[in-house]
C-alpha cells in the first residue's frame, strides 16, 4: 500500500527551526526524486524543494540558505530542516515523489504536517 506519512511540525517562533520528516512505504524509494510542497491558507500548494535521486538538490529561492533537503533511502524517509523560519513559512508542508505518486487513478498526498511560526 502506498503511503507517505510527514511529520515534524509545530509552532515555532521567527527565527526558529524545524526539521520534518516524511516516511514512505509501498515505492521503491530510491528510485524517485522527492519533492516538499506547502499549502499556505488561502494559497495554492507550492513546490518548495527537491533532493534527486543521486542527491542533487534545489530550492525554492525564498527558502534558499534557510531549508535544507536530505534523504535516508534505508529508512525511505526524506527530511526537511528549516532554520530561520519567518511567519511567511507557515503552511501545510507536503512531500511527494516526482512524478507523483498516483493511487485509483488520482493524485496521491499525504496528511501533511503543520507548520505555524508566530511570536
Known amino acids: 500500500q502506498v503511503q507517505l506519512v510527514e511529520s515534524g511540525g509545530g509552532l515555532v517562533q521567527p527565527g526558529g527551526s524545524l526539521r520534518l520528516s516524511c516516511a514512505a512505504s509501498g515505492i521503491i524509494f530510491s528510485h524517485y526524486h522527492m519533492d516538499w510542497y506547502r499549502q499556505a491558507p488561502g494559497k495554492q500548494r507550492e513546490w518548495v524543494a527537491r533532493i534527486g535521486r543521486r542527491l542533487s538538490t534545489n530550492y525554492l529561492v525564498s527558502v534558499r540558505g534557510r531549508f535544507t533537503i536530505s534523504r535516508d533511502n534505508v529508512k525511505n524517509t526524506v527530511y526537511l530542516q528549516m532554520a530561520s523560519l519567518k511567519p511567511e513559512d507557515t503552511a501545510v508542508y507536503y512531500c511527494?515523489?516526482?512524478?507523483?505518486?498516483?493511487?485509483?487513478?488520482?493524485?496521491?498526498w499525504g496528511q501533511g504536517t503543520q507548520v505555524t511560526v508566530s511570536s
Open positions: 511527494n515523489t516526482d512524478p507523483l505518486l498516483i493511487v485509483n487513478g488520482n493524485k496521491y
